[in-house]
């Protein structure tokens, strides 16, 4: 059963870093692609950043936002350094187990997602 474990979020002023951890079980990441998507009230989801673990690919378009993985822990994390109040929303990790040639950037090609963990950054 695969799961996915999000983790290291909490508040925070403007101008700092948090760093995102996402735990998975139950499959390894080396053939997988894992995303980093965000919802805060009111809004749609949105998109933050996404890698391909079996080359390393990644969608990244805000330079703040760092994706990496460890294959040997499991884990994919998201660095966001500069952080702005507009950040604060609930990030959510996920996984895609069969990504095609890009790097999936599209919300609903994911097969499973995290429970979420909390940003808040204060001004």
């Known amino acids: 059963d695969v799961q996915l474990q999000a983790s290291g979020g909490g508040l925070v002023q403007a101008g700092e870093s948090v760093k995102l951890s996402c735990v998975v079980s139950g499959s390894p990441l080396a053939d997988l692609a894992i995303g980093w998507f965000r919802q805060a009230p009111g809004k749609d989801r949105e998109r933050v950043s996404c890698?391909?673990?079996?080359?390393g690919d990644s969608h990244q378009p805000d330079s703040r936002f760092t994706i990496s993985s460890d294959n040997a822990k499991n884990t994919v994390y998201l660095q966001m350094n500069s952080l702005k109040p507009e950040d604060t929303a609930v990030y959510y990790c996920a996984l895609d187990r069969h990504p095609l040639e890009d790097v999936p950037t599209d919300a609903a090609v994911y097969d499973y997602w995290g429970q979420g963990t909390q940003v808040t950054v204060s001004s």
């Open positions: 890698i391909k673990n079996n080359d």
